[in-house]
């Protein structure tokens, strides 16, 4: 899938930056690579897909404009491309608050190159999986709105714990969410789940 994804670096760190593009270059990956949030902005109108085949990775905190800044300004365009934010653990928070904005994933520096490979892999897959319409919603009309957002974060590979955070929840609340969402959805395992959420039951 790698070779038809577009994604879009936005990361004022040189090194970091430059490192993470040519990683993502070397897994098939198209990479356009900026230093802020608005350099990303100028040139996004015209490095647009549309067609669910791309994803942006972006540091959370930044001088000229926060990756929650840049969330929000996608969002009030109506853009919902998926988006991936890596931070600091001190940034954690505010990762979390991007999670409930609707971000797919975020990852804690240090990261492996596997965990940035497969975020954006599931965040591309998630996006068409909604965009086609591939998890039955007869399926998900079982689900509540609460096992919804958290078949939506264990699909972002998030564990209970952040899952309970992120929700504002128990770890015992989620455990017993994630339950009734496996019953109802018909699964017993977490690949058989990732299967049905992403389109490939």
Not at 185 to 196: A, C, N, Q, T, W
């Given at each position: 899938m790698a070779t038809d994804v577009r994604v879009h670096l936005v990361d004022d760190n040189t090194p970091f930056r430059d490192s993470t593009a040519w990683l993502l270059e070397t897994a098939g990956f198209e990479v356009h690579a900026y230093p802020s949030g608005p350099a990303f902005l100028a040139e996004w109108p015209s490095r647009r897909r549309g067609d669910g085949a791309e994803c942006v990775v972006s540091d959370i905190r930044m001088p000229e404009m926060s990756g929650l800044q840049l969330q929000d300004t996608l969002r009030r365009q109506g853009c919902n491309v998926p988006l991936v934010f890596v931070t600091a653990h001190g940034d954690v928070p505010l990762a979390v608050e991007a999670m409930r904005k609707g971000a797919s994933n975020f990852l804690e520096k240090p990261f492996s190159d596997d965990a940035l490979l497969d975020s954006i892999r599931n965040a591309v897959a998630g996006a068409r999986a909604r965009g086609d319409g591939a998890v039955d919603s007869e399926v998900l009309a079982k689900l509540s709105p609460r096992e919804r957002q958290v078949l939506d974060l264990v699909v972002a590979s998030k564990p209970n714990k952040v899952i309970a955070d992120i929700l504002g929840i128990s770890i015992k609340t989620v455990e017993l969410h994630r339950a009734n969402m496996m019953a109802k959805?018909?699964?017993?395992?977490?690949?058989?789940?990732?299967?049905?959420a992403l389109g490939h039951g």
């Open positions: 959805l018909g699964v017993r395992s977490l690949p058989e789940l990732m299967k049905v």
